[in-house]
């Protein structure tokens, strides 16, 4: 079990920029498959970005290209670097871990992108 915290949400600009963090909790946070994932009012909640124990991503097609994960297990923190913001992206981000068959979520960050 693991204990996530979200920040860096706010409003920002169409083709702005916005840095996504996930603070965790644990001494096994590096055996950790971490995610990012968002949900816009009346939508499903969708997967954004993952990043395995050993640092290989995968990104949604919608932000493939703009958007970056990385993780610092020393620091035991997740990232999502957002770039070229579209208003489609606004959403609640939310951070993910998991291990084995257990999940464990954050509370969530808004992002809205608006001019």
């Known amino acids: 079990q693991v204990q996530l915290v979200e920040s860096g949400g706010g409003l920002v600009q169409p083709g702005g920029s916005l840095r996504l963090s996930c603070a965790a909790s644990?001494?096994?946070?590096?055996?950790?498959?971490m995610g990012w994932y968002r949900q816009a009012p009346g939508k499903q909640r969708e997967l954004v970005a993952t990043?395995?124990?050993?640092?290989?991503?995968n990104y949604a097609d919608s932000v493939k290209g703009r958007f970056t994960i990385s993780r610092d297990n020393a620091k035991k923190m997740v990232h999502l670097q957002m770039n070229s913001l579209k208003p489609e992206d606004t959403a609640v981000y939310y951070c993910?871990?998991?291990?084995?068959?257990?999940?464990?979520w954050g509370q969530g960050t808004q992002v809205t992108v608006s001019s």
């Open positions: 993910k871990g998991t291990i084995g068959t257990i999940e464990s």
């Open positions: 644990g001494s096994i946070f590096r055996l950790y498959a």
């Open positions: 990043i395995t124990s050993g640092s290989s991503t």
